[in-house]
């Protein structure tokens, strides 16, 4: 079946770049942390010499010496050079008025600004959000952390959608203080989201062990997209996404490279009208979630 909202299972990078440019409206991605990928990194000297291994510039002939490799246990460049080229689309594909939520957590996420700064520009970048929630065991050796970070950047900070009529409104700690109409309406989220994690035994819970509350994502979505518009998120594991943005009258892609993820997301699109698409090399199997 052909249809506006699409799910592929395959690589994301793959799919990205079969996207054409600015055809997307709002990116919002949860990359898991540890990619499992391992790099090596040659360093290498290369100076002029007559009885060089290569040819170069103006003719001459250069000697290339391995001066080390290094097999770093630095994870954090190996997920950053995993990231880049994911990210490098992402802006690619956002339309001129777009934006992008990166959801990570709180040890990355100064390594992923950097980056993201890199590609968007420092300019573009509009917020940091924290989502607290309060859940889980309390450690007695350091300060509990009960937050995730997710940065917030726009294509171009002169030109984006910022919804903040549609946005969902919190009561007032002191409604009496502002009184009246004010109190009714309650007021704007701020940059910090106080929200619950999707508990283990509500509704909600798909068993996708990363699911991610729809409330979070039909905030952004409200925010930082109209109706009609496609959301993109190609980290998309139980396929939230989509699910907030069809709520919301929004179109969605969705991209995720395990088999379990495109079981848990049939299962939960079976009533919405939704093109799957898997990529070669990879081999879908139904089985039950
Ligand atoms: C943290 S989970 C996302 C959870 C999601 N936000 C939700 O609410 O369910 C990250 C997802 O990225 C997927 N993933 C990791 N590397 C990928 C890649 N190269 N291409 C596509 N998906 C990938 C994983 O399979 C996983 O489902």
Sequence with gaps: ?????????????????????????????????????????????????DQGDRKGFGGYKYLTKVLGKLSFDDIYDDYLAFLEPRLREA????????????????????????LLDSIFGRDNFLNEIIW???????????????????????????NYVFNADEIDRLPYMAPSLVGGDKAKLGKLPTDVWWQTIVSPTGKEKTGYPTQKPLAILERIIRASSCPGDIVLDFFAGSGTTGVAAHKLGRSFILVDNNEEA?????????????????????????KAV
């Design 1 to 49: 079946m052909s249809s506006s909202n699409k799910i592929f299972f395959g690589d994301n990078l793959r799919v990205l770049e079969s996207l054409p440019s600015n055809s997307v409206n709002l990116i919002y991605i949860d990359p898991p942390f540890n990619t499992g990928r391992r790099q090596v990194r040659i360093s290498m000297s290369v100076d002029r010499d």
């Design 91 to 114: 802006h690619r594909v956002l339309t001129a008025n777009g934006a992008l939520y990166f959801h990570i957590d709180y040890r990355e996420v100064h390594y992923c600004k950097i």
């Design 132 to 158: 607290a929630y309060d859940y889980g065991g309390r450690s007695k050796r350091k300060w509990p952390t009960k937050h995730d970070n997710i940065l917030y950047y726009v294509k171009d900070r002169n």
């Design 262 to 286: 495109i079981r848990v997301m049939r299962s939960r699109f079976r009533d919405v009208p939704v093109e799957f698409i898997t990529l070669e090399d990879y081999k879908y199997e139904d």
